[in-house]
């Protein structure tokens, strides 16, 4: 990493990128790295960290955060620790002016020259509600190896709403990651507190977002997100989940069914409620596959190889991933997420 300091992607202008928005909780480490990294190739960035953290790791990242504050435009604020990540996320959107916004992860590395693309186009397309791009995976398997994969994604962009829910179930991928709005992000907060279901979470959120819009997928990167072995996730616990949680599950089929009969061309009862069963048996499909196999409608949730190839070569010898990489081996021997369950359901 000799010389990263003096790096800078030359083409950011912070003026014009939206502020990324970055909630943390006992992973000083890991947000110590997204915040030098910040620093390093996009000084002047705006970052907003909404710090859930222990007091004695608050303490910490605020101390980190106040030697970086003539690099970047950044804002450190402290919520208790007890208090749920929904409702530190409402504290958050409640605070921010409206405007354009993009939500980050203490462990995952934006490209913002790319998503300052997306920012600009919703700009001038106010009949989209979300523009992102590609993300790239980088897992950390041991101290020394890494496996690197990339999201698919697309645009969906269709006049009409059954038919953006339709290609959305069968090319399932998050919306998170994509400049939206400060009211959208207070929408998708309201959904997730009537209707979160590990598992269908990503998927519920994206619909959501194409209830009150188009989506725009540049063909450029915009983030580098990250996954380590020392870090506490939020997934499926196990593949009959949907099963407990079948009172959300049909919340979420009636939400879709409602929308659909609100937007879409040509509504019927009995075709809303079709296309609605058809999305959520789709995803419960994808949920349910065996393990390290491939039987869904979905195909992937990853580019196929070649156009993967394409792009990871492209940051093969890139100092940003150069950086990552170091960092994510560091993390590895960290205190982040110590005694903290590696895997959880819930966002309580």
């Known amino acids: 990493m000799k010389g990263a300091s003096d790096v800078a992607v030359q083409e950011f202008k912070p003026e014009f990128s939206p502020a990324i928005l970055l909630p943390t909780r006992n992973r000083p480490a890991s947000l110590s790295s997204v915040l030098q990294y910040l620093a390093t190739f996009y000084p002047g960035a705006r970052v907003v960290v909404a710090d859930g953290s222990e007091d004695s790791l608050k303490h910490q990242n605020a101390a980190f955060i106040n030697t970086l504050s003539d690099q970047l435009e950044i804002s450190h604020r402290s919520y208790p620790f007890e208090m749920s990540m929904l409702d530190r996320m409402s504290a958050l959107y409640e605070s921010l002016p409206d405007d354009y916004y993009i939500m980050g992860a ?41 496996k690197c994969s990339v999201f698919k994604a697309i645009s969906i962009e269709h006049r009409y709403l059954q038919k953006r829910f339709t290609d959305y179930g069968s090319n399932f991928f998050a919306t998170y990651y994509c400049v939206t709005t400060r009211q959208q992000m207070l929408s998708r907060l309201e959904c997730s507190r009537r209707m979160f279901v590990a598992g269908f979470g990503d998927f519920m959120l994206g619909l959501h977002d194409l209830s009150n819009g188009k989506l725009k997928i540049l063909d450029s990167e915009t983030y580098i997100r990250t996954s380590s072995p020392v870090h506490s996730y939020l997934r499926v616990t196990d593949r009959l989940n949907f099963l407990r949680e079948s009172k959300k599950v049909i919340a979420i089929f009636d939400q879709i069914t409602t929308d659909l009969l609100s937007k879409m061309h040509d509504p019927t009862l009995k075709r809303a409620q079709q296309i609605a069963q058809q999305l959520i048996v789709q995803h419960i499909h994808l949920l349910t596959r065996p393990s390290g196999t491939d039987v869904s409608p979905h195909r992937s949730l990853y580019m196929d ?10 940051y093969a010898d890139d100092i940003r991933m150069q950086y990552i990489k170091h960092k994510l081996i560091e993390t590895r021997t960290s205190e982040d997420n110590r005694s903290e369950h590696r895997i959880r359901s819930s966002m309580e």
């Open 106 to 146: 203490d462990d995952d590395y934006p490209i913002l020259e790319n998503i300052t693309k997306a920012k600009s186009f919703l700009e001038n397309n106010r009949d989209y509600i979300a523009c992102g791009g590609v993300n790239i995976m980088v897992r950390l398997l041991n101290d020394e190896h890494f």
């Open 305 to 314: 190889d070649t156009h993967a190839s394409k792009i990871l070569n492209r």
